[in-house]
Nanobody
Framework: QVRIVESGGGSVEPGSSLRLSCTVSGINFKIYQMGWYRQAPGKQRELVAN???????NYADSVKDRFTISRDNVWNRLRLQMNSLKVEDTAVYYCKVSSLPFWGRGTQVTVSS
């Protein structure tokens, strides 16, 4: 059974940083491409960043140079370091195994002054 658990969200002011984590169990984590997605109120879920099994990364234009995705294949963990947060980054953030139809519950990130 695939289990995905996200953590690390919170409420912060613009310009702050947060680090999201996601632990995955039930799959051979290291062979899968992984991604972070987010969904803001009233908007569709969108890809934030993904990372291949070999560590190549891809970012949405809106987060380039501010967010960094990384993975730890020993602990089956995916991370998203978010710096210089903006109000428009407010959303529920989800971790996903790119090629599998499983989602976690997500973690809320709220950026406001």
């Amino acid at each position: 059974q695939v289990r995905i658990v996200e953590s690390g969200g919170g409420s912060v002011e613009p310009g702050s940083s947060l680090r999201l984590s996601c632990t995955v169990s039930g799959i051979n984590f290291k062979i899968y491409q992984m991604g972070w997605y987010r969904q803001a109120p009233g908007k569709q879920r969108e890809l934030v960043a993904n990372i291949t099994s070999s560590g190549s990364t891809n970012y949405a234009d809106s987060v380039k140079d501010r967010f960094t995705i990384s993975r730890d294949n020993v602990w089956n963990r995916l991370r998203l370091q978010m710096n210089s947060l903006k109000v428009e980054d407010t959303a529920v953030y989800y971790c996903k195994v790119s090629s599998l139809p499983f989602w976690g519950r997500g973690t809320q990130v709220t950026v406001s002054s």
